[in-house]
């Protein structure tokens, strides 16, 4: 029953801390290349100037896709899953009463998508009422 689910999450979980993984590693890669960039060139600030500008893009795309929030949301929802369909598979209660345990499983499933779509409309509310006239974004009460 949230078998497919919990593949769809675990793929989904681990695509997201890869493009997290290489956005981060890319961004402290350039980050330290412009100070690099500045000493090979003192009396050209081209070099230096167009990495500042990909570190820019680099955080925009940050902001724009969550990738680290996205995979923190995505395993999760694939741990309480697993952990249900284990309780499911032994018949732990709630799942212990063959005729309503097919209907708490789903329940259970209903609840977790419920939880983690309702999670993402927070951090789009959030980052939209973060939104200043100049379109920068202000920093959330947890910082991010």
Known sequence: MCEDLIAWYTTY???ARERFRILEIALLIVGAS???????????????????????VLTGLRQIFHWQETYV???WACQTLKQERRRYDVGEPPYNDPALRDR?????VNTVEAQDTQGWAQLVET??????????TARSKTGT
């Open 127 to 136: 980052k939209g009422r973060g939104q200043s006239a100049g379109g920068a």
């Open 34 to 56: 412009i100070s690099v960039a500045a000493l090979a060139w003192p009396s050209n600030g081209v070099p230096a100037a167009v990495l500042g500008g990909i570190v820019v």
């Open 13 to 15: 979980a681990a695509r």
């Open 73 to 75: 949301r995505s395993m």
């Open 104 to 108: 708490k499983l789903m329940e259970v």
